[in-house]
């Protein structure tokens, strides 16, 4: 069975989830040959293991708090702020309170 994603034209609601948010899932909200993005939920202290994508990246804070490790150096993102890493850029993620991040991945 195919996983649904908005087609071209389709309103796609990235608001905070607030209280929903400890009960989210992450979900592909668009998939196409040349761009996907995710909204990336995370619970308070889990990582996501260092790891590459094919693709430019843009990672948007939607809620909570989550840091974002690349070069050895960790910043961290709050709502509201939007981080860019180049096509291949090793990085890792640890939210560090329930985290909903908006990513978009350009494919090449």
Known sequence: MAIPHAKSGDVIDVRPL???LTDA?????VKSD???????VIPADKDI???KTKGEVTIHCLEG???ILVNGVTQVLEPGQLMYLSRGE??????ITDAS???TILLP
């Open 90 to 95: 090793l990085h890792a993620v640890r939210a």
């Open 34 to 40: 040349a761009l996907e993005v995710i909204r990336l």
């Open 65 to 67: 708090s989550a840091g």
């Open 18 to 20: 607030g209280p929903t």
């Open 49 to 51: 293991a260092p790891h």
């Open 25 to 29: 899932k992450t979900v592909t909200l």
């Open 101 to 103: 991040l908006l990513v």
